[in-house]
């Protein structure tokens, strides 16, 4: 079972020749803290209602606020993440698909405009093997639709992209939570985006510190 501390020596590792870098500032230090708390696996009311007024206390704009709230909330993809590749296996063994076959007209045309040649799709690939693919094969409404969405905070775009990789590197690494493969993802992408060793091992300890799951009224 993958515990915390695989989540903290991965980052460790990855982070170990970058340069320590600044701490989190006050209001992307607020966003971390709002997005673990609004997470799925996490829904703890009173931790949403201090996220909600410490980011709004920290210079939030509302845009900004509903931007975290819509990246978090894309955490329900894990569930196709964890699942698509299996039910294709499983559904060709009963004969219920050609998992082999070529992509039909619409299918490619769905690949194309929504994969083709990108390279964060060909990184992604290496940390849900088959995922994208299957899940075209099953349901190509799903397929857009898993675009559709987790397209939306990246397009209204109030919050840095730098900070948009911690928050949901933190999310996947929560207790509750605990998503390796997002998780490898997203640290990589923070990396890439100028984030240093002191500013994702700060938003790591606060992914640690995440409340369990509460029943929110």
């Known amino acids: 079972m993958t515990s915390v501390e695989d989540f903290i020596h991965a980052a460790g590792s990855a982070t170990a020749l970058l340069p320590e870098g600044a ?3 006050a209001l992307s230090t607020a966003l971390v803290e709002l997005g673990v708390a609004v997470s799925v696996t996490c829904l703890d009311a009173v931790a949403i209602e201090r ?5 709004f206390d920290a210079g939030a704009s509302l845009a ?7 990246l978090i909330s ?3 993809v894990h ?5 698509q590749a299996r039910v294709l296996e499983q559904s060709a063994r009963r004969g219920l698909i050609d998992a082999r076959a070529p ?3 619409k299918r490619q045309a769905l690949w194309d405009t929504y994969v083709g040649n ?6 992604f690939e290496r940390y849900v093997p088959g995922f994208l693919d299957a899940m075209l094969r099953l349901s190509p409404d799903i397929f857009k639709g898993f675009f559709d969405y987790c397209e939306i905070p990246w397009k209204s775009g109030t919050v840095r992209a730098a900070t948009k990789e911690l928050i949901a590197m933190a999310s996947d690494a929560t207790p509750t ?3 390796m493969p997002g998780f490898k993802v997203h640290l990589r992408n923070a990396i890439d985006l100028g984030n240093g060793r002191r500013a994702i091992l700060q938003a790591l300890d606060i992914a640690a510190a995440a409340p369990g799951h509460v029943d929110v009224a």
Request: glycine share 8%.
């Open 23 to 25: 701490a989190l500032d």
């Open 177 to 179: 939570h605990r998503f």
């Open 74 to 76: 894309g955490l329900g």
């Open 79 to 83: 569930s196709l993440m964890a699942s």
């Open 103 to 105: 992509l039909d007209a």
């Open 51 to 55: 996220g909600i007024a410490s980011a």
């Open 64 to 70: 900004q606020v509903q931007e975290v709230i819509a």
């Open 118 to 123: 990108d390279p964060f799709w060909t990184q």
